[in-house]
């Protein structure tokens, strides 16, 4: 047995990531704002353009001169031109030159006067746009949505409010420093970015500091106060450059000297809370011990930033300071989750996988461009940086699967830390998928794995035993508990509380454990208590999954094992008493063929030869010569191996319905050498499956029966009573008939009422001689009317005799009414309805023949299913033929129907003779 896992805490944030009905917090609504903004200054900076005459300007004592030519852009400046003025604009320094630069359109084209070696010169120039590229904004914005994408599933946990709230508002300062960045340009987008940057750049360092110096919050006077200090600080410098910038001119806030230096004043003073939050974290025990090993990146995870904020340059410092920026809260993160602090839930881990695989193929390809300028020089052409990104494009893809599953494995192993291999040999059954593992070698497997998967305290494993009829504790240490003692269904699901499994009471078993039933041929042949001591088990919906696959798994394998043992016990019973055995066979009524491994026919029992009609012995024939599949209904895999049904046909072209078992014959060394075939007539079973199915469906009819009886007997009496009263006030004539009609059809929608009711309580109705030619007869008088009105000629053809039977005259009119309703309506150009009646000794046989448009093959199957019908909305219910199914099985009837496409139906009524 594996050693117990440590103390694990309960996790309420798996129940609250469960919550669906939870409504998620107006802060989501507020992430999503901000990371909207984020894309926006993203994409905005990646398509920024610069004004540019195309020169590079200095100031010197004779004037503006070209330093320099931007390479990029076609200008007529050449190095050493001095500017006088542009559009009639004098130009005396920098300052004007770039305010006029400013306000220029790109494309537009602008008149300079410049002297060029003593000479002046008055070219036209026009303004291009030269795309700047910070590629350290880039590799920043990308840690800064790192540490958005970790507020965002830091918001869902139930990590204590306080201490949440901190981290998130240091990853949301953090965010707004790196992401958001300004350009001269100053528009709309620009002010509300260096807003927001300002923002988090006022207050970084106060969240660092309340972030990292919390567990000393409550203990020292001296922090309090600390904590109170820097708070109002940050605030002041904020307040101070938001009212500065309220009253300045848009283009002067980058020159001005005043400004400048109020921001070198925040710098100093973020710097100084940055080392003096580290010096107090190093110093300090209890903070070590709150965070760990990972006081280590709280401490380095800014300081590069810092260094690059100072102007310090260094290789990949830009790099380098995000990387380490963006391995704090991937540090934070794996630490809660390994002290179920916080838990990603599977969706959770699914963004977590492809943000992880997006961050890596956009910092892979920022970092592939970079090195490129660099070899280059920046000298890189626009045709260039299309073959880079076409070719950056197609290692993405070629990178995305491998990338995929070292992101899986990584979040696998943040998630379920140590227990990550145990989860992964959960489900392997190798060692004990051998047909010699005992069940208690099996069930001491599954032991340990539950256990060391799970993190479980105390996993026992009860086994059934047969002779004694209780479940025995492997290991011997808890008593055995009678079968009686136990109620275990598959209905009550996969995981059981002791209590559902009548083990409330039992000694060992408490309210907060686990019961995980383990069946066989739907009978429990043991199970697994999980018990975590006095502590609620919480398991994740994944958790939960593998649980039940490792559940299915071993119920195939305990049927492989017992399988298995019962194909060695009858090996060894075949063995001693082989006489005595064949004997049993040639006596079964089921057919045996024995196989060999080249397909040849060994022996076969009598039962067989019978089934298929094969008076010759078979020996040394092939099976697939007697028996050819002609039609395959089902193949499943069974309990003793595989079971196909359907027809085959034999040498003579016989074709029988059967069911062939295939189990393979082994030796004792367990070498396959054969096959046995169970071979069995199905064809009256299916048709008695059939029959009862039938009687199913039509039980579906009685709850409606019901029903419509209930609703239409109260019209139905007063119909009566009313025609009753007219047939009262009539003279003797035409009027008086058709009262006298209605009256007599409401009694027979009464008598119609009350077969419903009798068909809903199964009442035997009273059995009568009925005269099935006349009674035919009135039923084509009750339907004269829809005979003349679909051209529909009828006539009953049968010799003179008595055809008197015993029955329900109601009910039969009913059925006979039913099957001409149909036949009329699948005569819809006109046609001829024949009824003809015979007699034998047994039976007395009715049929309804028809040339209308028969019944399509494929709906043969279901015209006896209440509610089936191929009539249009509004012409039938689809209870016609059903009601009829009914009727005739209570008169012990058979009804069968029979029909071609385009040419008629036959439907056939067999009476029986009493």
């Not at 920098?94 to 306000?103: A, G, M, N, S, V």
Request: glycine share 6%; charged share 20%; hydrophobic share 40%.
């Amino acid at each position: 047995m594996s050693k117990p896992h440590s103390k694990k805490p309960p996790f309420p944030a798996r129940d609250y990531l469960m919550e669906r009905n939870k409504k998620p917090p107006y802060i989501y609504l507020f992430m999503i704002i901000l990371a909207t903004l984020g894309v926006m200054e993203v994409i905005f900076l990646l398509t920024y353009l610069k004004p540019s005459d195309g020169g590079i300007w200095r100031e010197t004592p004779n004037g503006l001169e070209v330093q320099s030519v931007v390479r990029e852009i076609e200008t007529h400046l050449q190095v050493g031109d001095l500017l006088v003025q542009i559009d009639d604009q004098l130009v005396e320094s920098l300052q004007d030159y770039e305010e006029i630069l400013f306000h220029s359109q790109i494309k537009s084209k602008h008149l300079y006067s410049i002297i060029r070696d003593g000479i002046p010169f008055e070219p036209w120039i026009t303004i291009s746009g030269i795309r700047e590229k910070p590629e350290a904004y880039f590799v920043f914005s990308l840690a800064g949505f790192v540490f958005l994408f970790f507020s965002f599933l830091l918001v869902g946990q139930a990590v204590p409010r306080l201490e949440k709230n901190r981290i998130i508002l240091l990853s949301l300062c953090t965010y707004l420093t790196f992401v958001f960045y300004r350009t001269d340009l100053l528009t709309p987008l620009d002010w509300l970015s260096f807003f927001l940057n300002l923002l988090g750049s006022s207050f970084l360092a106060s969240c660092f500091f309340e972030s990292l110096i919390a567990p000393l919050s409550k203990k020292s006077n001296t922090i309090q106060k600390l904590n109170m200090l820097h708070w109002i600080v940050s605030i002041l410098f904020f307040l101070t450059l938001i009212f500065y910038l309220t009253g300045a001119h848009r283009l002067e806030i980058m020159k001005d000297l005043s400004l400048t230096k109020i921001q070198l004043y925040q710098q100093f003073w973020t710097i100084t809370l940055f080392l003096l939050t580290v010096a107090i974290a190093l110093s300090s025990k209890e903070i070590k011990t709150y965070w760990g090993s990972i006081i280590w990146i709280w401490v380095f995870a800014f300081t590069p930033y810092l260094i690059f904020n100072l102007k310090l340059t260094y290789p990949f410092d830009a790099y380098l300071a995000s990387t380490l920026a963006m391995a704090l809260p991937m540090a934070i993160f794996i630490d809660w989750n390994r002290t179920y602090k916080m838990f990603i839930s599977g969706a959770g881990r699914q963004v977590a996988i492809y943000s992880t695989i997006l961050l890596t193929l956009f910092t892979s390809f920022f970092l592939f461009l970079g090195l490129f300028y660099q070899l280059l020089a920046g000298k890189v052409s626009p045709e260039t940086q299309l073959v880079l990104s076409s070719f950056s494009v197609i290692m993405a893809a070629v990178a995305f699967n491998p990338l995929k599953r070292v992101s899986e494995n990584f979040w696998n192993r943040i998630v379920y830390g140590t227990r990550l291999s145990a989860l992964k040999n959960l489900l392997d059954m190798s060692s004990i998928n051998r047909a010699d593992t005992s069940m208690t070698a099996f069930f001491s497997t599954i032991h340990r794995k539950v256990q060391d998967g799970f993190g479980l305290r105390k996993v026992r494993s009860y086994l059934f035993d047969k002779q004694k009829k209780v479940f025995m504790d492997i290991d011997g240490s808890r008593p055995a508990i009678r079968k009686e003692q136990i109620s275990f269904s598959r209905t009550q699901g996969f995981m059981l509380s002791p209590e559902q499994c009548g083990l409330k009471n039992e000694k060992g078993f408490l309210p907060e454990d686990l019961i995980l039933p383990i069946y066989v041929d739907e009978a429990p042949v043991g199970f697994l208590h999980l018990s975590n001591e006095n502590e609620s088990i919480e398991l994740s919906q994944e958790e939960q999954q593998l649980l039940i696959n490792l559940v299915n798994q071993s119920e195939v394998l305990l049927e492989n094992i017992e399988l298995y043992q019962d194909a060695n016990e009858k090996a060894k019973r075949i063995e001693n008493l082989r006489e005595f055995n064949e004997s049993i066979i040639e006596s079964s009524r089921v057919g045996l063929v024995s196989v060999d491994d080249m397909g040849l026919i060994v022996s076969c029992n009598r039962a067989f030869r019978d089934i298929i009609n094969y008076s010759e012995n078979p020996e040394g024939l092939r099976f697939g010569y007697l028996l050819q599949e002609h039609v395959l209904e089902r193949s499943y895999l069974g309990k003793k191996g595989q079971i196909i049904e359907g027809y085959f046909k034999n040498p003579q072209g016989e074709s029988f319905q059967l069911e062939l078992q295939q189990t393979p014959l082994k030796s004792k060394d367990n070498r396959v050498f054969g096959t046995l075939y169970l071979v069995e007539d199905i064809h009256d079973r299916k048709k008695m499956q059939e029959k009862m199915m039938q009687q199913e469906k039509l039980a579906s009819i009685g709850l409606l029966a019901a029903g419509v009886a209930h609703e239409i007997n109260t019209p139905l009496t007063g119909i009566q009573s009313y025609s009753q009263f007219l047939i009262e006030d009539q003279e003797p004539g035409e009027l008086r008939d058709l009262v006298e009609k209605i009256l007599s059809q409401s009694k027979r929608a009464s008598s119609i009422v009350r077969g419903l009711l009798n068909f809903t309580r199964k009442t035997p109705s009273p059995f009568v001689d009925i005269d099935l030619r006349q009674l035919v007869s009135q039923s084509f008088t009750l339907i004269s009317h829809s005979l003349k009105k679909n051209q529909v000629s009828h006539h009953i053809e049968c010799d003179h005799q008595d055809y008197f039977i015993q029955g329900n005259a109601n009910q039969l009119q009913q059925v006979f009414i039913n099957i001409m309703v149909n036949a009329i309506d699948a005569m819809e150009e006109g046609g001829t309805l024949t009824v003809t009646l015979t007699k034998t000794s047994n039976h007395v046989a009715l049929k309804f023949i028809d040339n209308g448009a028969g019944i399509k093959e494929e709906d043969m199957p279901r015209i006896f299913d209440p509610f089936f019908t191929t009539k249009e909305i509004g012409k039938g219910t689809g209870l016609g033929l059903s009601i009829a199914y009914n009727i005739c099985q209570d008169h012990n009837a058979e009804l069968s129907v029979e029909s071609k496409t385009g040419e008629g139906s036959c439907v056939t009524i067999k009476f029986p003779l009493s």
